[in-house]
Structure formats: C-alpha cells, structure tokens
C-alpha cells in the first residue's frame, strides 16, 4: 500500500513540473495595439517588473515603432521624444515603468538610448570601442545594463554600470537606498 | 606677439578651457558613456560567444555557444559565477531566447527541439521544466519572463502575423 501511494505522488510531482502542458496557467490580451491595424504585426513585448506596462514594436508609416501601454486596460502612452530615433528595436522597462531602454538609429547609426519617463530626460549611450548594439536588457531597478552586439565580427555580450547615471527604480514597498536585491512578493 | 597683458600662460589656458568645451560638447554629442562591470566582462569573454541577454536583479541569463553548441548560462553577476541548471540545456536543442526572474528561480525559455519549436518555464528549484502550448496554436519566437516571475510576454507567429501573448504563471 505504502509503495503504491509513493509511486501515485512521485508520479503526480513529475506531472506537474516536467512537460504537463499549461494546466493552472491564465492568459490575458495585450490589450488594443492603439493605432496599429489589428493585423498588423507586433513583435519584441517587454513588461515592467510588475506587469503595470508593456512595451512592444508595431509597424508605424513603413517603420518599427515602440508602442507603450498601461497594463490591463491597453491605454496607450505617447512617446514624442523618441520618433527621432525610429526605427526602434530591442525595447526593455524598469520596474515601475520609470525607465525605458531600447536601440534607436539616428544618422544611420545605431544608439542605445534610456528614456527617464518620470523628468523626460533622454540619455544616450556611447559605447566603447565599436561595438554594435543588437539586444539589450535593463535591469529591473535600472542599475546596470546588458548590451548584446558584435564587435570586431565577434559576438558577445556585455554589462555596463548605470549607478553613477540614473537613479534606481525600485520595486514598491522597498526603501530608496537599499543595496539588497529587491524582494519579491 | 600678442599685446594687451595675454601672455603665454594666459594662452596655454585659453586653448585648454577651449579643449574642455570641445570635449565636453563632442560628449553631449555622442552620447554618456557608460561604465563596463570588469571582472564580469572577462567572465562573459571567457564563455564565448554569447547572445540574448535577460538582466533581472543579480541574475544574467544568456545564450553562449559552448563546446560547439548553443547553450542557456545563468550567471550571477555579483559573484561572476554560472550556476547550475540540471536539466535545461539537452544537447539535441537549441535555445532561441531566454528570459529570468530577479530571484533567478524561473526562466522562460524559447528552443527548436526535434523539429519543433516550443516554450517552456524553468523552476531552478525543482530542477524541472514545463512545456508551455500555444493558444491558440502559434510559434513563440522570443520569451521575455516578468521581473517578479509571474508573467510571460510571447512573441508568437501565428497565421502570419507576429502576435503578443501574455501568460500568468501561478
């Protein structure tokens, strides 16, 4: 009796964390792609830390453009100060949506760009040497940067401090200061 | 000669204020630039080529061409140390993205496995996976996994089209 029931829970364990499909898992919209006809392609979504904001590219006059909404109701926000860097790629948030970084183009060039949401302060990255910027991720409390790209035809990726540029978007409940890794609920 | 007291002193420091005020325009120009975390850096030159990178809290997870394969690495950042993950990289897949949460406990995963591309979420703890379907039935292409671990935001090729699904995770 004893085997029998171990086995039955052995096999209900392995059910549930080894390829048991999508059992328990709920599944929201986007929400409205704004402007974007609805079969319109988008492509690259990135949420804040707690799912308040999403971010993704559509295609906008012929060019890949960051659409930015509110989470779940899809209210788009607009984002002026970067049309000049269109076309956008590689989109990434801070925790509470305070920070935006992404890969612009300006001149023919591609830019790593962090917009600060909360004073409208554009900064852009000048990389060392000759790196190519392809894919980043901003890390949730905006103190470093990950930056995928080839330099010298080779690909790597690289992390860059941002603690002396911005100052930290932090999860909620947690105090302005603190080193420690942000607590999840 | 120049006249009126400007001596060659006086000159020196107006071309050095002036090469301050070129440089300092040049940077405005172009762009802050950004300070690379060293000893990290020499640990990421060290994996070899590497791509896809998911920055959340300590935690670096990356796709790293190893030993003549494409593999997921998780590092933690503060140590530089890659961290196991028993069961995640088969040497019959390739992994296409990567996504991590900020406790370094879930990961998203996006691979081409026996012909098929598919999703998957990843519990470190449990050293287990679990298979994620389409629905509707779609082709996910990029996995970005939520700071705090409880959603996933897909891009999926369906009918043509490049879609967004957004899956919570209890």
Known sequence: MRVWVGALVLLAINLSVVGCGDLGLTRRRAGPAGLAPGGADREQPALSGQGEWLVSLVERQGRQTLMMQAQPSGAEVPLPSLRRFEPHDSPSLSWNGRYLALVGQQGGKRRVLILDRASGRLLPLQL????????????????????????????????????NLIEPDLPRGLAIGSMASPTVP | MIKGGWGKKGLQLGLLAGGMGALASLTSCFGTVPKPVFPLDRRLEELGPS???SLAGPWLALISHRDGRDQVVLLNVDDQRPVPLPGLNRPDAQPLSVGVDAKGERLGLVRQLEGRTELLLYRRRMMGSQLIAMNPPGVPRRVMLRADG????????????????LIEIP
């Open chain 1, 128 to 163: 060392p040497g000759d790196l190519q910027p392809e894919q980043l991720s901003l890390a949730p409390d905006g103190r470093r940067l990950a930056l995928a790209g080839i330099t010298r035809g080779r690909r790597l990726v690289q992390v860059f401090d941002l603690a």
């Open chain 2, 51 to 53: 791509r896809a990178p």
């Open chain 2, 150 to 165: 409880r959603e996933l935001a897909v891009e999926v090729s369906r009918n043509g089209n490049w879609q967004v699904d």
